[in-house]
T-cell receptor, first 113, second 111 residues
Framework: GQQVMQIPQYQHVQEGEDFTTYCNSS?????IQWYKQRPGGHPVFLIQ?????EVKKQKRLTFQFGEAKKNSSLHITATQTTDVGTYFC?????????????FGKGTHLIIQP | ETGVTQTPRHLVMGMTNKKSLKCEQH?????MYWYKQSAKKPLELMFV???????ENNSVPSRFSPECPNSSHLFLHLHTLQPEDSALYLC??????????FGDGTRLSIL
């Protein structure tokens, strides 16, 4: 099945610093989704990227989809304690439709006040 | 409140027990999913149902048996589980190709 590599596994930042997590696939993706999971919680959908080179923003979060549709990134500007959690990218497990997702291993964001 | 409800929230069972996990979604979605999340591995897709029909079984051992009686309900029947099956089991639903909405999960411990 589909595989996606996500780095880094852990990221420690001081509150107010920026944060970035990256996902890479060896194959061209139809789309990529991003989820956030707070400690003790469940994954919550953030965004879906579909178009080559797409950039989307949600307040301090910026999502990018690579031109070749093989990589993606999530960047958080000026982190806050509410940003703590694990950020996952996820790609369709097979070709489109009501398919499950293959998740990256996630990046754990740890914020030091 | 996510619109996806899972019960029970916690379950402790012996290896010879039979139990079932339940998931119910109130979002009108056509697709439902079971995922396993353990400490050492990323979220793993187990089963996919679309319009009540199983469309994917990700090489899951037969001691896990899913059931989808209608588009709103999904069960995971458990039988003769192993200690390595201890994990958080997450149910999700989605419109076709859209964002997945997860329940709070069932934390399963096998003694």
């Amino acid at each position: 099945g589909q595989q996606v590599m996500q780095i880094p596994q852990y990221q420690h930042v001081q509150e107010g610093e920026d944060f970035t997590t990256y996902c890479n696939s060896s194959t061209t993706l139809s789309n990529i989704q991003w989820y956030k999971q707070r400690p003790g919680g469940h994954p919550v959908f953030l965004i879906q990227l579909v178009k080559s080179g797409e950039v989307k923003k949600q307040k301090r979060l910026t999502f990018q989809f690579g031109e070749a549709k093989k990589n993606s990134s999530l960047h958080i500007t000026a982190t806050q304690t509410t940003d703590v959690g694990t950020y996952f990218c996820a790609v369709p497990d097979s070709g489109g439709g009501a398919d499950g997702l293959t998740f990256g291993k996630g990046t754990h964001l740890i914020i030091q006040p | 409140e996510t619109g996806v409800t899972q019960t029970p929230r916690h379950l402790v069972m012996g290896m010879t027990n039979k139990k079932s996990l339940k998931c119910e979604q109130h979002l009108g979605h056509n697709a439902m999913y079971w995922y396993k999340q353990s400490a050492k591995k990323p979220l793993e897709l187990m089963f996919v149902y679309n319009f009540k029909e199983q469309t994917e079984n990700n090489s899951v051992p037969s001691r896990f048996s899913p059931e989808c009686p209608n588009s709103s309900h999904l069960f995971l029947h458990l039988h003769t589980l192993q200690p390595e099956d201890s994990a958080l089991y997450l149910c999700a639903s989605s419109p076709e190709g859209g964002a997945q909405h997860f329940g709070d999960g069932t934390r399963l411990s096998i003694l």
